[in-house]
Structures are given as structure tokens and as C-alpha cells.
Nanobody, 114 residues
Framework: VQLQASGGGLVQAGGSLTLSCAGS????????VGWYRQAPGKQRELVAS???????VYADSAKDRFTISRDNAKNTVTLHMSSLKPEDAAVYYC?????????WGRGTQVTVSS
């Protein structure tokens, strides 16, 4: 599975941004897909994940502000982020997990100005 993340950029605090993860192959549509982020000097952390049938899980920091969704027909998973805060700034990574196989995409930078 190859993953391509896009949609990062610079946004003002309080603004919104949508990230997209495009996957390849049939396995992607059967995988749990998650968005992780890593800020400088910090560990990579889960932001949100979604199962192949649409069940979503969010980190406490993302609840009520971020929404993860997927379109299995298009092999994409989207993370819509709103009410962004400076502490949301990080490199965001897309991950797919099928069984014991993990795949990571290249990160996309999200910068939030205060």
C-alpha cells in the first residue's frame, strides 16, 4: 500500500484545514487508516483513525474539532480540522494498518499562526 498525504499548509489560529490521504490497492479499503502527527521534540501521536467500515476514534485533543472520514471507492481518507490552535502545528502522517502490516506516507506540514 502506498500512501500520499496532502493538504497541509499555513493557517491562522481558529481556521480550518483539510488533509487527504490517498491510498493504492484493494488492501487500503480494508485497512484501518489513521492520521498521526509529530511536533518538533515530541513523539508521534495518534490524532484520529477510522476503520474500513467507518468507525472513528479521536485523540482527546481532536475531539469536537477534527473529523475523519473515508471514501473507499476513491481510496481516500480525509481529516477535516477546524478551530485550529498553535499546538496543532506538526507534521501530519497518514498510516494504514491491515493485520500486522503498517504503511506510512510522507508527512505533510501543518503550521498554525497565532
Amino acid at each position: 500500500v502506498q500512501l500520499q498525504a496532502s493538504g497541509g499548509g499555513l493557517v491562522q489560529a481558529g481556521g480550518s484545514l483539510t488533509l487527504s490521504c490517498a491510498g493504492s490497492g484493494v488492501i487500503f479499503s480494508r485497512s484501518v487508516v489513521g492520521w498521526y502527527r509529530q511536533a518538533p521534540g515530541k513523539q508521534r501521536e495518534l490524532v484520529a483513525s477510522i476503520t474500513n467500515y467507518g468507525e472513528a476514534v479521536y485523540a482527546d485533543s481532536a475531539k469536537d474539532r477534527f473529523t475523519i472520514s473515508r471514501d473507499n471507492a476513491k481510496n481516500t481518507v480525509t481529516l477535516h480540522m477546524s478551530s485550529l490552535k498553535p499546538e496543532d502545528a506538526a507534521v501530519y502522517y497518514c498510516n494504514s494498518r491491515f493485520g500486522h502490516v503498517d504503511n506510512w506516507g510522507r508527512g505533510t506540514q501543518v503550521t498554525v499562526s497565532s
